[in-house]
């Protein structure tokens, strides 16, 4: 009886333990899921706050970029338009340039084709040194005539000038070569005496430069004017006429003078020169 009791006994508290167990686990279980699903849906309500927020900054910085992109256009497109305007006045200047090119070389074939022209002109110098010993020198002829002159000058070089432009920063001046060569010759020992117009300040650079190397320079007085176009080569050779020693006149302008043989003629204008000078 008393087995049994305990058997009964012993049978009930198996079964309340199981029961507690089972129950524990089914409370653990019921706990457990709640905060999983709040798991869940924290993070999915997180994930809908963030995404709208990406996507925004997204927008912006495309559009940020779409501003930049304008900006970088507009900016081609003036420095194309200034680009397009350089090369319009280029392509003009060009067609200048090829018209005056196309000008000069006319003048050249003309100057150099004129048939009689030139036949007429070769005979009045043939004639003119035949008879008088003189030599029209128009345009070009006259630096090519004196420039020799000087290089073989021998004892004295005269000469009276309106204009003497001295440019030393111009490579291609034939004013500068006569000049240059007025002081070669003083090099060689040849007497070079050179008067100019004081109230031309372009005088002023041929008048320094030629003081420097040694050669007699002066101006003439300035209650004058000295407009005078002469030189005179070891007191026998003349060059007077319209020409003054700048690159216009020698180079682009028409002008004309002549070449004289005659130490009368020679003596008398040096006298001259010499009267001008003292008369300073």
């Keep these: 009886m008393r087995l ?5 006994v012993l049978i009930i508290a198996v079964t309340i333990i199981t029961a507690g167990c089972l129950s524990e686990k ?22 809908a706050k963030v995404l709208p927020v990406e996507n925004r900054s997204a927008e912006m910085e495309l559009a940020e970029n779409l501003s930049r992109c304008n900006k970088q256009v507009l900016l081609l497109q003036q ?14 200047s060009y067609k200048a340039c090829l018209v005056e090119v196309e000008t000069l070389e006319n003048q050249d074939k003309n100057r150099g084709t004129c048939g009689d022209d030139t036949i007429e002109y070769e005979e009045t110098n043939s004639i003119l040194n035949e008879t008088m010993g003189i ?26 000038m309106f204009l003497m432009k001295y440019d030393p ?26 008067l100019l117009e004081d109230s031309l300040e372009d005088n002023r650079a041929a008048y320094e430069y030629l003081r420097s190397k040694g050669v007699d320079v002066s101006f003439d007085s300035p209650q004058t004017t000295l407009h005078a176009k002469v030189v005179v080569v070891d007191g026998e050779i003349v060059f007077i006429g319209s020409h003054n020693w700048s ?12 070449r004289i043989e005659s130490k009368e003629l020679a003596n008398a204008l040096i006298n001259y020169f010499n009267e001008i000078k003292r008369g300073q």
Excluded: C
């Design 247 to 258: 690159e216009s006149a020698l180079y682009w302008n028409h002008e004309v003078s002549i």
């Design 4 to 8: 049994k009791n305990y058997m009964l």
């Design 135 to 160: 030599e029209l020198l128009p345009d070009e002829e006259y630096y090519h005539r004196l420039i020799s002159a000087i290089e073989n000058s021998r004892e004295s070089v005269y000469v009276m």
């Design 79 to 92: 420095a194309l338009n200034q680009t397009m305007k350089r090369l319009e006045n280029l392509s003009e």
């Design 169 to 194: 920063g111009d490579s291609f001046d034939w004013a500068n070569d006569l000049i240059r060569a007025l002081v070669s010759a003083r090099r060689r020992g040849v007497e070079v005496h050179v």
């Design 26 to 47: 089914t409370v653990e279980s019921a706990g457990t899921a709640p905060i999983e699903k709040n798991r869940t849906t924290t993070e999915t309500t997180t994930t």
